[in-house]
C-alpha cells in the first residue's frame, strides 16, 4: 500500500475556494483503479492547514494518478497557499490492526514489556 500525504497552509481568504476544488474531483478520484481512499481534513486549531491524505494499491497506480488532470488541478491550487504543497509519500510493508493491541496488552500483563 501507498499512502501519500498531502499539506496545505492555505491563505485564510482562499480557503473555501480550496476546498471546494478538491471537494470537486473527490468523487472521480475515488473512481481511480487503485485508489482506496482519498480524505481531506483541517486541524482542529487551524482551518487553513489542510491534509490531504490518499490510500494507493500500488505504486504504479499512484505514479498514474501524478500524471493525470487531476492530480494537475491539485498542483494548480499553489497560487492559494502561504507555501507550496508538502507532499510526502510512503510505502508500507506491513499493516497491522487490533490484534497488535491485543498482543501488546497481553505481554504486558505477562510481564514481557517494561
Not at 499539506?7 to 478520484?29: A, D, R
Not at 490518499?54 to 497560487?79: A, C, I, N, P, Y
Request: proline share 2%; glycine share 6%.
Amino acid at each position: 500500500m501507498i499512502i501519500v500525504r498531502i499539506f496545505m497552509n492555505v491563505i485564510p481568504e482562499k480557503q473555501k475556494e480550496l476546498v471546494q476544488t478538491l471537494l470537486s474531483v473527490t468523487g472521480s478520484m475515488q473512481k481511480e483503479e487503485g485508489c482506496l481512499s482519498y480524505t481531506l481534513f483541517c486541524t482542529v486549531e487551524n482551518k487553513n492547514l489542510l491534509n490531504l491524505l490518499m490510500e494507493w494499491r500500488t505504486r504504479k497506480q499512484l505514479d498514474h494518478h501524478l500524471r493525470s488532470k487531476m492530480f494537475g488541478v491539485l498542483l494548480g491550487t499553489k497560487s492559494l497557499l502561504n507555501e507550496p504543497h508538502a507532499i510526502h509519500i510512503h510505502t508500507i510493508q506491513r499493516s497491522e490492526g487490533m490484534e497488535a493491541v491485543h498482543t501488546a496488552s497481553r505481554d504486558q500483563a505477562e510481564g514481557k514489556l517494561n
